[in-house]
T-cell receptor, first 113, second 116 residues
Framework: GQSLEQPSEVTAVEGAIVQINCTYQ??????LSWYQQHDGGAPTFLSY????GLEETGRFSSFLSRSDSYGYLLLQELQMKDSASYFC??????????????FGSGTQLTVLP | GAVVSQHPSWVICKSGTSVKIECRSL??????MFWYRQFPKQSLMLMAT?????????EQGVEKDKFLINHASLTLSTLTVTSAHPEDSSFYIC????????????FGPGTRLTVT
């Protein structure tokens, strides 16, 4: 099976930079995804890393190190609207289905004024 | 981007009744759809994976006779919660994979089920 670990909560102020780490244990690894979820809403896709390195999309960047089974999501120039839960998710082969997503427990980010 | 809809967005039902939740991919064809359940302040837990035209694959611990999944077309999957109990109250989210995409899954807005 798969397991992921990420911090349960992070607090930062507007304009700051925050990094949310994710470590995982899995077999049949394909890649690491990040999702944002506001209270009561559906997860929205932020990024996907299949290869080592940094992927940048606007204020958000995501990094993966396959050898370390580690990744992170970097949020820059934080805004109040970034307050949400952030989930890392491993895409891997599973006995149930090929290439399914397994989610971490989520990190609640609170952005303070 | 691709849009996935769910209906209803919320539903309240009595114990012992059945509830059907629909998941539709609006502007793409989804050969694979996933059903997740999320309890408050918790992660999304995969319940089952459905492939169009075949039986769903259920995750360990999920009762297939209680959570009936039908993926009858490339744009529609349904989840029926049978003989609902209060402990089935949860946020049910579907996700669809565009058959042209190798990795991206698009999530529906979720359905909040409350069983009284």
């Amino acid at each position: 099976g798969q397991s992921l670990e990420q911090p349960s909560e992070v607090t930062a102020v507007e304009g700051a930079i925050v990094q949310i780490n994710c470590t995982y244990q899995t077999s049949g690894f394909y890649g690491l995804s990040w999702y944002q979820q506001h209270d009561g809403g559906a997860p929205t896709f932020l990024s996907y890393n299949a290869l080592d390195g940094l992927e940048e999309t606007g204020r958000f960047s995501s990094f993966l190190s396959r050898s370390d089974s580690y990744g992170y999501l970097l949020l820059q120039e934080l805004q109040m609207k970034d307050s949400a839960s952030y989930f890392c998710a491993v895409r891997a082969i599973s006995s149930g289905s090929a290439r399914q997503l397994t989610f971490g427990s989520g990190t609640q980010l609170t952005v303070l004024p | 981007g691709a849009v996935v809809s769910q209906h209803p967005s919320w539903v309240i039902c009595k114990s012992g009744t059945s509830v059907k939740i629909e998941c539709r991919s609006l502007d793409f064809q989804a050969t694979t759809m996933f059903w997740y359940r999320q309890f408050p302040k918790q992660s999304l837990m995969l319940m089952a994976t459905s492939n169009e035209g075949s039986k769903a694959t259920y995750e360990q611990g999920v009762e297939k006779d209680k959570f009936l999944i039908n993926h009858a077309s490339l744009t529609l999957s349904t989840l029926t919660v049978t003989s609902a109990h209060p402990e089935d109250s949860s946020f049910y989210i579907c996700s669809a994979r565009d058959h042209n995409s190798t990795y991206e899954q698009y999530f529906g807005p979720g359905t909040r089920l409350t069983v009284t």
